[in-house]
């Protein structure tokens, strides 16, 4: 397909690399699925080759891998408190997939797994999935005490119940668009910024020139989007951490 | 919509997937974008690529969560474990060593305390036994003084006596001397003592 190069959706773009058709259904390895699988073979082989010395007194690498470790950790213990703990495998999973996966995103060339809204919106279901699960597995009909909190008058009992059981509801959809857009939002902005200094440079020696403001611009932005990404990382963390936390302690 | 998706997705098993995936797409068939215009439109709208990309992510993030929680966060946890185990073990060895150190100065100083006293007890000995001499060596010398002066005294006693003795000799021979030549009287020697020593008297 004839793309223009300085096209800011192109980058979101899926190609098919193998394609696979089972009955009316297309899974097809796309260059997705192949960050998907960067992301997952990338995070694991550093996870696993710093800690190979098992060192008492950390490397560099053993060290960022110990922080993240840590910091996930607290992370889901301040919110969960130590309850909440048995999950910690899998908000650090969910932590380092989305952090690696954001941060891929900002190499050139390089998909980004979570600027499509249809990963972003699986893995928020998994986490509420998983929270409501848990919740009936552990509380049974108990948990749904969760939409009632305590010490609120019967007579706007219901309209509390309401809005709680609609604000549950909307978790889903705001921890997955929240990633999604910021991730979607920042590639587009630079990727626009990016192209003007494409589409000035070839108007002559005045448009390099005035090229210089937006590639200033395209610079303030990368370093912006590396924010993001690990910020927007750490938020989804955090927040599953938080709805979580309802899982393991339903009264509030 | 996204209720039913959400539980529909619990599960979260593969056989469910397709019939999610369907659920999405239909969404979008019934929604806004063109859905079947393949490669037109927003891509990260496009549900073309929605099963595949469930699948996919469902695949790799379920490894990566294998690998993690199996392989990768014991290692990490093991890791962090031994380390706290190493710092407490080190911690209590200092402990026990500045117990032991504690323990060493106790004895030093009960060693200094016993030695002290040992010394303390010896000199008191020596002054003892030294002024025990002392006393011995006075009192022999007492003696020996008291004997010399018990010998001078008998020679002083005797020289008395005998000098008394020619005293009375003398006296005895002034007495004859004085009778004969000044009184002309002859007096016996027997006559001359008995008067000498009644004189004496």
């Given at each position: 397909m004839e793309h223009d190069p300085t096209d800011p959706i192109h980058q979101f773009q899926i190609n098919r690399i193998v394609p696979i058709q089972i009955g009316d259904w297309d899974f097809s390895f796309t260059n997705s699925a192949l960050f998907m699988v960067l992301t997952v073979a990338v995070t694991t082989a550093f996870l696993y080759y710093t800690t190979?010395?098992?060192?008492?007194?950390?490397s560099r690498g053993q060290s960022i891998t110990e922080l993240s470790y840590e910091f996930t950790a607290n992370m889901l213990r301040d919110a969960?408190?130590?309850?909440?703990?048995?999950?910690f495998p899998f908000v650090f999973s969910i932590f380092m997939f989305v952090l690696v996966a954001n941060l891929f995103g900002m190499v050139p060339f390089f998909f980004t797994v979570t600027s499509h809204l249809i990963v972003t919106f699986a893995l928020a279901l998994l986490v509420i999935g998983v929270v409501v699960g848990y919740g009936f597995y552990k509380h049974?009909?108990?948990?749904?005490?969760?939409f009632v909190p305590s010490?609120?008058?019967?007579?706007i009992l219901p309209l509390v119940v309401t809005i709680e059981i609609v604000s549950f509801l909307s978790r889903p959809v705001s921890l997955s668009v929240r990633l999604f857009a910021n991730m979607l939002a920042g590639h587009i902005t630079l990727k626009v910024f990016a192209g003007f200094v494409v589409s000035m440079s070839a108007l002559g020696t005045l448009g390099i020139i005035g090229s210089i403001l937006p590639l200033l611009m395209t610079i303030a932005l990368t370093a912006l989007e590396f924010l993001v990404a690990a910020l927007q990382a750490y938020v989804f963390a955090v927040l599953t951490c938080m709805y979580l936390n309802d899982a393991v302690h339903p009264h509030h | 919509m996204f209720v039913t998706q959400a539980y529909a997705q619990d599960g979260g098993t593969t056989e469910q997937l397709p019939s999610e995936v369907h659920g999405v797409q239909e969404t979008h068939h019934e929604g806004?974008?063109?859905?079947?215009?393949?490669?037109?439109?927003?891509p990260p709208f496009d549900p073309e690529f929605y099963p595949s990309q469930i699948l996919w992510l469902a695949i790799t993030f379920g490894v990566f969560y294998w690998l993690l929680k199996t392989v990768i966060m014991p290692r990490i946890g093991g890791i962090l474990e031994n380390r706290r185990d190493r710092i407490a073990l080190d911690l209590e060895a200092a402990e026990r060593m500045r117990s032991d150190a504690d323990e060493a100065q106790a004895a030093y100083e009960q060693e200094l305390t016993a030695a002290r006293n040992r010394a303390h007890a010896i000199a008191t000995d020596a002054r003892e036994s030294a002024k025990a001499d002392a006393e011995k060596e006075r009192k022999r010398l007492d003696a020996e003084l008291n004997d010399k002066l018990d010998a001078a005294q008998a020679r002083i006693a005797e020289v008395k006596r005998g000098a008394l003795a020619e005293v009375d000799q003398i006296a005895r021979d002034v007495t004859d001397t004085i009778l004969r030549e000044v009184a002309s009287i002859e007096a016996s020697q027997d006559e001359i003592a008995s008067a000498v020593s009644q004189a004496d008297r």
């Open positions: 190979r010395g098992r060192g008492l007194v950390p969960a408190g130590t309850a909440g703990m048995k999950f049974g009909l108990k948990w749904l005490m969760v010490g609120v008058p019967g007579y | 806004s974008i063109p859905a079947s215009e393949h490669g037109a439109g927003f």
